[in-house]
Each structure stands twice: as structure tokens, then as C-alpha cells.
């Protein structure tokens, strides 16, 4: 059984910073790939990035350069820090891992990109 709670969501402005934050429980932590989703409103649940579980990263386009993910297996948690946030991130955030055929979801942290 895997629980993951996010946090760090909120408001803020165009061109600024907001760091997300996921803690999981469970075991064997560091042997799963990791990955943040994001669902903006009237749009498809999209993945943004994932870690693999000794730290190689991946990113869709529209957030490469500007995301990045990290993990501290020891803490099992993983974050992404997103910087140049614009209106177009807005959007409801997911933690999620999938293991063997089940599939893990956070209850999503809300962040809004707004001046």
C-alpha cells in the first residue's frame, strides 16, 4: 500500500517560483520511478516529469528548462521546483507511482499562476 501527500501549492505571480513537495509511505521507495502530473481546468491530466528511482529525469516540453524534479530516497519524497511559472501552469498537480499494475495518486495541490 502507497500513500502520497502533496503540498506546497498556491498563488503566484507570473514569472515566479513555487517548489511542490510529495511524501509517500510505504517500502521499498527508492526502487520506483516517481512522477508529477498536472490537470488544468477543462484539459487532460498530463504527466510533466518523472524520476527514476536513482534520479534520472524526464520533462514534457512545455515545462523543460524551467522544472526541475528531484527525490531523497532516505526521506522518501520527491519535489519539483518550478520557476518562469506562467498563466499556463495553472493547474492541479499530482504525485504518482505505479507499481506492478497499480497505479498511486496524491489527492493534488492546487497551484494558480495569477497577477
Known amino acids: 500500500q502507497v500513500q502520497l501527500v502533496e503540498s506546497g501549492g498556491g498563488l503566484v505571480q507570473p514569472g515566479g517560483s513555487l517548489r511542490l513537495s510529495c511524501a509517500a509511505s510505504?517500502?521499498?521507495?527508492?526502487?520506483?520511478?516517481m512522477d508529477w502530473y498536472r490537470q488544468a481546468p477543462g484539459k487532460q491530466r498530463e504527466l510533466v516529469a518523472r524520476?527514476?528511482?536513482?534520479?534520472?529525469?524526464a520533462y514534457s516540453d512545455p515545462v523543460k528548462g524551467r522544472f526541475t524534479v528531484s527525490r531523497d530516497n532516505a526521506q522518501k519524497t520527491v519535489s519539483l521546483q518550478m520557476n518562469s511559472l506562467n498563466a499556463e501552469d495553472t493547474a492541479v498537480y499530482y504525485c504518482?507511482?505505479?507499481?506492478?499494475?497499480?497505479?498511486?495518486w496524491g489527492q493534488g495541490t492546487l497551484v494558480t499562476v495569477s497577477s
Open positions: 504518482h507511482t505505479k507499481r506492478n499494475v497499480i497505479d498511486y
Open positions: 510505504g517500502s521499498m521507495f527508492s526502487t520506483y520511478a
Open positions: 524520476i527514476t528511482g536513482i534520479g534520472s529525469a
